[in-house]
């Protein structure tokens, strides 16, 4: 049975991107790089929402992300990739396949065949989705230590309380902070 990991950055304030979808404020150093590249070493297949996918298919093919960060700019290229869009008609980016219709119900049915795990990146409102469908078994959620003035809270539009149990926490030199959390199996437990 597949897992499914859910990777995000945000803000101290719990912000995704600001008002304008701009996350120009996420800054990534050696460190942060490396856990980027580690996690694509898994072989995981990415998971991403429309936006997110057009943001990264934008940036990872270019000779400008191959010069600086050839490592992951390489994974990011060749890592199987689904987009769950209904208005994207095509995916130039290599090895992305389109998904519509009920996605949670998808994702649902692909954890339960063998193969490799899927890791969401970003994509808030797939994110709080697939959090509240109960279909995402590790919360690795990245704090820049930053506070923007407004923009979309992670987790938006959620319709009941997440309770999650922590199972580590990474420190950055740069102040970043990486928390891993898994879900609790009922708000009892601890």
């Given at each position: 049975m597949r897992k499914l990991s859910s990777f995000t950055f945000i803000t101290l304030n719990g912000f995704?991107?600001?008002?304008?979808?701009?996350?120009?404020?996420?800054?990534?150093?050696?460190e942060e790089n490396q856990v980027a590249a580690d996690?694509?070493?898994?072989?995981?297949?990415?998971?991403?929402g429309r936006k997110t996918w057009e943001m990264m298919a934008s940036y990872w093919p270019t000779p400008?992300?191959?010069?600086?960060?050839?490592?992951?700019?390489?994974?990011?290229?060749?890592?199987?990739?689904l987009v769950f869009s209904s208005t994207l008609q095509e995916a130039a980016w290599e090895n992305t396949t389109i998904v519509n219709g009920d996605i949670a119900e998808k994702?649902?049915?692909?954890?339960q065949t063998p193969g490799n795990n899927m890791t969401l990146l970003g994509s808030g409102n797939i994110l709080s989705q697939f959090a509240a469908k109960?279909?995402?078994?590790?919360?690795?959620?990245?704090?820049?230590?930053?506070?923007?003035?407004?923009?979309?809270?992670?987790?938006?539009?959620?319709?009941?309380q997440l309770n999650l149990n922590l199972k580590s926490v990474?420190?950055?030199?740069?102040g970043v902070v990486l928390?891993?959390?898994?879900?609790?199996?009922?708000?009892?437990?601890k």
């Open positions: 995704m991107h600001d008002q304008h979808g701009d996350i120009g404020w996420h800054q990534h150093g050696a996690g694509l070493g898994a072989a995981n297949i990415l998971l991403f400008m992300a191959l010069e600086n960060d050839p490592t992951v700019a390489a994974g990011m290229n060749k890592a199987e990739k994702i649902r049915l692909l954890k109960g279909l995402i078994d590790d919360y690795l959620i990245m704090i820049d230590p930053v506070a923007i003035g407004t923009g979309t809270p992670i987790f938006k539009g959620i319709p009941k990474q420190t950055f030199k740069s928390l891993h959390y898994t879900p609790k199996k009922n708000p009892d437990e």
